[in-house]
């Protein structure tokens, strides 16, 4: 071997060894949200070109997997299951203390391999979303690992983030990248509140004015709409602000979501925040007039026909288990005087105000438990008594 062969294996070995050296130093922090369990070792991983990819899944949570790894723009070969250089290996395996929770993940890097093990396709998922966090790029294409030890598993079973998109619109785009970002810190629930005065935000065949009158109003910033005339506009007024997502762009974003281990839970709102449905349809209101009231009529019974038309396709849309259904800061100042209100609350026997919107719960979740759904609702579904079965979320 000649002397400047001889001086360039050394400067690639000196430059891999000083990668390997100057490695971020791991903290639990360098993981979020942070494991369960971390342990540093000694030297780095070299994820390139060279790297070797061993999935023992097949079929479309394989290919969700590999789809998984593009975020790093290093091209994988096909690796088999002896292989132990150079290799990043998925195994799916048995339940074990190690991994109580189909969400739960080891995973290994040592100089030589990375290893990910779960009992679920979930579970490799979140552990290449820890192995993203911690690759760092190292020049020429690849990505330098540092050596360690991870025992996760989730601590809730629920993590969620609400988006507020009646308020301020955002488009389907929009939404898959809150997804992209979710997925990265294993958040595996997206909340999204369709329905407000602000605007109605979801396609509903039986109620086209939903979509073309309730979806829209005058001003692009909801505190300018709400300090200002509060006035709702058809979709091709000049000037207009709004939107809603159609049931084929749903369709697109609960798939999505799906490949990212996020299950989407739609809110509609009842029977307050309900000022864009009742401006599109005032006969479910109990002025029976347009920007008169906030509170669907409890006693007007084609209200309840409304409401099961809507839910029945969410429910065809979502297959969420659960279906929020808002509940919070029902204003009932119109059921204290609305005939139809108080013959109900006469004929049902209820007490007060508070019981009138405990029937409206009620009755809901009812309807929801028979095509088997669960609801949840806000805290105020507490008043007048709770449904038997729903499941409360603080605000």
């Known amino acids: 071997m000649n002397i400047r062969n001889r001086y360039a294996k050394v400067c690639l070995f000196l430059w891999v060894l000083g990668m390997c050296l100057t490695a971020h130093s791991l903290k639990a922090q360098s993981v979020i949200p942070v494991p369960l369990k971390m342990e540093q070792g000694t030297g780095c991983f070299l994820l390139s070109e060279n790297t ?8 479309l949570e394989a290919q969700l997997l590999e789809n998984c790894l593009q975020a790093l723009p290093v091209h994988l070969k096909k690796g088999k299951k002896k292989d132990t250089q150079n290799i990043l290996s998925l195994l799916i395996t048995e339940k074990n203390h190690q991994l109580p929770s189909p969400e739960s993940y080891t995973l290994s890097v040592t100089p030589q391999q990375i290893l990910i093990r779960a009992t679920s396709g979930a579970g490799l998922f979140y552990g290449l979303q820890t192995l993203l966090q911690l690759a760092q790029p190292s020049g ?5 690992i540092a050596s360690v030890e991870i025992e996760d598993t989730p601590r809730f079973a629920y993590r969620g983030l609400m988006l507020d998109v009646s308020r301020h619109f955002s488009t389907k785009e929009f939404i898959k990248k809150q997804i992209d970002a979710l997925a990265y810190y ?16 979801l396609e509903i065949k039986k109620y086209p004015l939903l979509t073309e009158f309730a979806a ?28 809603y997502y159609t049931q084929d762009d749903i369709r697109e974003i609960l798939e999505y979501a799906r490949q990212h281990y996020i299950t989407v839970i739609p809110e509609i709102e009842m029977p307050s925040h309900s000022e864009e449905v009742l401006a599109a ?14 509170d669907f009529c409890v006693g007007n019974e084609e209200t309840f026909t409304f409401l099961e038309n809507v839910l ?32 109900r609350m006469k004929d049902e026997h209820l007490a007060n105000v508070d019981e009138l919107q405990s029937y409206l719960i009620h009755r809901i979740e009812k309807f929801l438990n028979n095509h088997g759904r669960h609801l949840l609702g806000w805290d105020e579904i507490l008043q007048g008594g709770i449904a038997p079965n729903a499941t409360v979320m603080s605000w």
């Not at 070797?52 to 079929?59: A, R, W």
């Not at 020429?140 to 330098?144: C, E, N, Q």
């Not at 029945?312 to 209100?341: N, Q, R």
């Open 281 to 294: 349809y005032p006969q479910l209101s109990c002025s029976g007039e347009p920007y008169k009231n906030s």
């Open 186 to 201: 294993k958040i595996n629930r997206l909340h999204l509140h369709l329905t407000d005065a602000a605007g109605w935000r």
């Open 52 to 59: 070797k990819l061993y999935i023992n899944l097949q079929g």
């Open 312 to 343: 029945t396709e969410v429910m065809e849309l979502f297959p969420s288990e659960y279906i929020h259904i808002g509940g919070d800061e029902a204003g009932k100042s119109a059921w204290k005087t609305c005939p139809k209100c108080q013959k």
């Open 140 to 144: 020429a294409g690849s990505y330098s």
């Open 216 to 243: 829209w109003r005058t001003d692009p910033t909801w505190k300018q709409w709400w300090n200002g005339g509060r006035k709702y506009v058809r979709c091709d007024a000049p000037g207009t602000y709004g939107g």
